[in-house]
């Protein structure tokens, strides 16, 4: 019922910045609790952020203090502004609700950290 698009990635170097969009469908966007996921080739997806209805965040710690997620719930869209990018984050990033209650991806998008 509900869908997302991810935008925003492509090719940085290490210590460059990029940031993501998710535009979500549904018309009770404002409710859902959000989370940027993200998928390296052969590993399994991890969340690495993630943010309720009330802007309470949560983090990864593998991108803690670099990473900073956000959500505008007038445009239904939430954020992934990603700092001091390092090789160890390339993968596809995805956004989506709790993935127990919507079990329906995206095709994320595609972030190259790599000089």
């Known amino acids: 019922q509900v869908q997302f698009v991810e935008s925003g990635g492509g090719l940085v170097q290490p210590g460059g910045s990029l940031t993501l969009s998710c535009a979500a469908s549904?018309?009770?966007?404002?409710?859902?609790?959000m989370g940027w996921y993200r998928q390296a080739p052969g590993k399994q997806r991890e969340l690495v952020a993630g943010?309720?209805?009330?802007?309470?965040?949560n983090y990864a710690d593998s991108v803690k203090g670099r990473f900073t997620i956000s959500r505008d719930n007038v445009k239904k869209t939430v954020y992934l502004q990603m700092n001091s990018l390092k090789p160890e984050d390339t993968a596809v990033y995805y956004c989506?609700?709790?993935?127990?209650?919507?079990?329906?991806w995206g095709q994320g998008t595609q972030v190259t950290v790599s000089s």
């Open positions: 989506n609700t709790d993935p127990l209650r919507n079990p329906y």
């Open positions: 943010i309720t209805s009330g802007r309470r965040t």
């Open positions: 549904g018309s009770i966007f404002s409710i859902y609790t």
